[in-house]
C-alpha cells in the first residue's frame, strides 16, 4: 500500500542502531547547553536543543552555530559533519538559515529512550573522515552514482506502485512536480537555481518523502536519490 503524507512521516521513525541506550539525553554537542527536550508525536520521538533551536541570518552564521562542538567556536567555515552519526551537514533557508544532518539522522527513533540514544551518540571529526573515506571508497566500486543501483524487477515494482499513487516527478527541463494519482498536484520551485535543493525543502516542509523518478520526452523512468543520485532507470 502506497503511504500518504502522514504516514510516510511515521514510517520515517524506523530504528537505527548505534548509541548508548538512555533516558536522559546528554547536553548539546553544539552548544554544550542542558535545555535539551524529547518531544513525541504517535510513532516519533524526537530530541532537540531549546537553545539552538534558531535560524540565522546569513549560511555563513548556520554553519558557524552548527559547527560549534561544547560551545567553543570552530575555525572551519565548510560545515563539519554531524557529531551524532558522522554524516555531512547541508544548509537551508526556510525563514532563516539553518544547518542540519543531511541524513536527518535524529528523525528516526519511535520511543523517548530511542529518541534519547540517538541524540547520545558521538562522533568525532577525525572518525567522520575516516567514515566518508570508506564510503567513497565503496561508491568507487559501485558506480559514480554512490548508491548500488536497483535491478530492474525491484524498479518496475515500485515505478508501478509509484505512478498509481504518489511521487515526485522531475522532467527534462529542471522542472518538479508533485504527482498523485496521476494528477499533478503542486508545483515545486527550484531553491538556488537547483531542482533538488528545492525538492528537499519542499519535502521537509510538508513532511513527507515519496520516490522521486526523472520522467523524460520519451517516457522512460530513472529513480533518484534526494540530491539527484541515478538509482537505476527503465527504458
Known amino acids: 500500500m502506497k503511504l500518504t503524507r502522514a504516514a510516510n512521516w511515521f514510517a520515517r521513525a524506523a530504528g537505527q542502531e548505534g548509541g548508548t541506550p538512555a533516558q536522559t539525553p546528554l547536553p548539546c554537542p553544539h552548544c554544550g547547553g542542558s535545555n535539551v527536550v524529547v518531544e513525541c508525536v504517535p510513532g516519533l520521538c524526537l530530541t532537540q536543543c531549546g537553545d539552538c533551536l534558531v535560524s540565522a541570518r546569513t549560511e555563513e552564521e548556520a554553519v558557524a552555530l552548527w559547527n560549534r562542538r561544547d560551545g567553543r567556536p570552530s575555525v572551519s567555515r565548510d560545515p563539519l559533519p554531524c557529531p551524532h552519526c558522522g554524516a555531512e551537514a547541508e ?14 539522522c535524529l ?3 519511535k520511543t523517548e529512550a530511542e529518541a ?3 541524540w547520545n551518540r558521538r562522533i568525532t571529526v577525525a572518525a567522520a573522515a575516516q567514515n566518508r573515506d570508506d564510503s567513497r571508497n565503496l561508491a568507487e566500486k559501485r558506480g559514480a552514482s554512490g548508491k548500488a543501483k536497483l535491478g530492474a524487477d525491484k524498479l518496475l515494482a515500485m515505478w508501478n506502485e509509484d505512478k498509481d499513487g ?4 522531475v522532467n527534462d527541463d529542471g522542472s518538479a512536480h508533485y504527482v498523485a494519482h496521476d494528477t499533478v498536484m503542486e508545483d515545486i520551485p527550484k531553491m538556488n537555481g537547483e531542482t533538488f535543493v528545492g525538492i528537499r525543502e519542499w519535502m521537509n516542509k510538508n513532511s513527507f518523502w515519496p520516490n522521486i523518478w526523472s520522467v523524460n520526452d520519451h517516457g522512460n523512468v530513472t529513480l533518484r536519490g534526494h540530491k539527484g543520485q541515478d538509482l537505476g532507470g527503465l527504458v
Open 166 to 169: 504518489e511521487y515526485i516527478m
Open 116 to 118: 534519547a540514544s540517538l
Open 107 to 109: 528523525e528516526k527513533g
Open 91 to 104: 544548509t537551508q533557508h526556510a525563514g532563516g538559515w539553518w544547518a542540519n544532518c543531511s541524513e536527518g
